[in-house]
């Protein structure tokens, strides 16, 4: 917090670092590299890739530093919504392999000192999940319907779905089901794909299952979990028509998302993970804003982090940026909370591409060939290792998506054919979907698969130019993403700054200029070079041609001398 040439306008967080120091609480100040298993590495050669592919390569995530995976799902599935359609929560799917394949992969991260955290998702089963079977089964007003969200239709013969809620992917929310006498009967709502029939929380019976599953993984080993759709789970009471009834609007308020008996069953949960040693943590993927709320997730009694996606909403623009890292850590902060900061995911856009958007592109629904504005590559690409550079300079944790720190785009040409994202069926090819930012990863430039396994199968197809963007070439490039990546999560480490505190230095204009444990960050978000202060560069998100000038869409940490 030094430094002679320098005014501090203020200091905005410290909760955060006092906890740190005073507790072994890693997650606070983690930095967890999401893995897609699907797309990860592929041992078995099918074209997909499974947990063995996983355990054969975790030391590429030591290399760059990571404290921690979360893998998303493996379990048993009929791979509807790429595994987040679960047929049995206690078992690995072929596909990925087996239990024993996942118990040696914990053990061989844990010998790495890599954490291990699991997806779990709770809103939904798969509609083959022997649960849904005996609800289907037992009939009207049995026990096992009472599991899911069963209702009679409106209309005269209950022709229409009970309310006007609208599916995520597209089309309606309800689905109607033939009873035992062939007629067609009561409706099931899916706030996803129809093979994905929500639970019904408000039943003891659910309730239990899950405290089952919870202990199953933690007995395993996991270090914790990704909840799925975490603001999903409670519904209003009565299932009331929703006035605005398009669901993919996840930021507001409605009466299937962000209702308040959420709280209650993370309460639970976060009782019996404090039972188990180890520190073991949950992480909400919950669509909530304004940030006060999402906070709500995160007080002491329910889970340790949620997913700071306002942070990853907002554009770049250096005066949104201050302002919504400003609203984390005061939101964050107020209930003793890190602040979980993420720029990409298998949901979105990867940042790579996303970042060269216009500000107000609508980008959601995901990108193809035919959206309009597609940004310039390198543009893109350049802000998007300078967006790293600053919130990996941020207290708090961060999570990575696997192949951000290739600085892999989107793939956009993807054959309509190839495509396999539920959203792209369900709204009959209007919706390109997610399939873009999940592309197999490309490791090995001259490798069949690029690497990614040695039989050239691949369940989406690679863009040839990822050749160029392998992990072997980076690695040798000492200008490479990669090596940027590698670099910066190392001295966030040395300096701590995860568990540090944020003074700003400028609070207005196209620079963004703050501190963190005495490293300045510096980004320029404007449309010319500026002048650098006295000191020495420690990390900059481009090569610098001139030493003392940091040009536009670029960003560096500087010591102060
Ligand atoms: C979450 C997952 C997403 C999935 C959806 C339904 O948002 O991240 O991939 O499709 O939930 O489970």
Redesign the pocket.
């Known amino acids: 917090m030094k430094g002679k040439h320098v005014t501090m306008t203020s200091i905005e967080h410290a909760p955060n670092a006092a906890r740190a120091t005073a507790t072994a609480e890693w997650w606070r100040t983690a930095v967890i590299y999401q893995i897609y298993p699907r797309s990860f590495a592929d041992a078995n050669g099918d074209g997909v890739g499974d947990l063995r592919g996983i355990t054969g390569r975790l030391d590429a995530i030591a290399e760059l530093g990571a404290d921690a995976v979360w893998l ?1 799902p493996f379990y048993t599935s009929p791979q509807n ?2 595994g ?2 679960v047929a049995d929560y206690c078992d690995v799917d072929p596909l990925f392999g087996t239990l024993a394949d996942f118990d040696e992969l914990v053990e061989a991260a844990h010998a790495l000192g890599i954490r291990v955290i699991v ?1 779990l ?1 709770p ?2 089963s798969s509609s083959e999940h022997r649960w849904f079977r005996e609800a289907l089964a037992a009939g009207p007003g049995s026990a096992e319907r009472s599991r899911y969200i069963f209702r009679d239709g409106r209309g005269e013969a209950g022709e229409l779905p009970p309310n006007n809620w609208q599916s ?2 597209d089309g309606r929310a309800w689905t109607r089901v033939a009873e035992a006498d062939g007629q067609p009967g009561q409706w099931y709502l899916h ?3 129809s093979s ?1 029939p929500d639970f019904d929380w408000s039943n003891r019976w659910v309730q239990e299952r899950f405290l089952e599953i919870l202990r199953f993984w933690l007995d395993r080993g996991v270090d914790g979990f990704r909840v ?2 975490a603001h999903g789970l409670d519904k209003e009471h009565g299932l009331p028509d929703y006035d605005q009834p398009d669901l993919t609007d996840f930021f507001r308020p409605s009466p299937h998302w962000a209702q308040p008996g959420v709280h209650a069953i993370y309460r639970e949960w976060r009782a019996l993970l404090d039972d188990y040693a180890g520190d073991r943590v949950l992480c909400a ?1 919950a ?1 909530v804003s304004p940030l006060t709320s999402l906070s709500d997730w995160v007080r002491p009694d329910e889970m340790h982090q949620a997913f700071n996606f306002v942070y990853l909403a907002t554009s770049w623009d250096a005066e949104e940026l201050r302002r919504v890292i400003r609203d984390s850590l005061a939101a964050f902060g107020a209930v003793g909370a890190p602040s979980t900061w993420v720029l990409s ?3 979105v856009v990867r940042h790579a591409t996303r970042l060269g958007f216009a500000a107000d592109a609508e980008l959601f629904h995901g990108i193809g060939p035919s959206t309009p504005g597609l940004p310039d590559p390198a543009t893109a690409l350049r802000r998007a290792r300078a967006a790293t550079a600053l919130m990996l300079a941020l207290p708090g944790s961060a999570y990575l998506y696997q192949g951000e720190e290739l600085g892999l785009p989107e793939a956009l040409d993807i054959p309509d054919a190839d495509r396999q994202d ?2 792209w069926r369900r709204s009959a090819g209007e919706r390109y979907g ?1 399939d873009g930012c999940r592309v197999p990863l490309p490791w090995e430039a001259d490798g069949t698969a690029i690497g990614f396994n040695d039989t050239g199968l691949s369940w989406l197809p690679q863009p040839e130019q990822w050749r160029t963007l392998a992990r072997d070439r980076q690695r040798l490039d000492p200008a490479s993403t990669l090596r940027f990546y590698e670099r910066a999560l190392r001295l966030r480490r040395e300096h701590a700054l995860g568990a540090g505190a944020i003074a700003w230095e400028r609070t207005s204009g196209d620079v963004m200029d703050l501190r963190n444990q005495g490293i300045r960050v510096i980004v320029n978000l404007g449309d010319h070079a500026i002048a650098l202060p006295a000191g020495t560069v420690v990390l900059s998100s481009v090569p610098l041609d001139d030493p003392a000038r940091l040009p536009v869409d670029a960003a560096v940490w500087m010591r102060e001398e």
Do not use: G, I, K
Request: glycine share 0%.
């Open positions: 998303s919504d790429a987040y359609d997806d998702v809103n939904h995520t992917f706030l996803f794909d994905q799925d759709v993927e669509w995911n298998h949901d539920p959203a997610r």
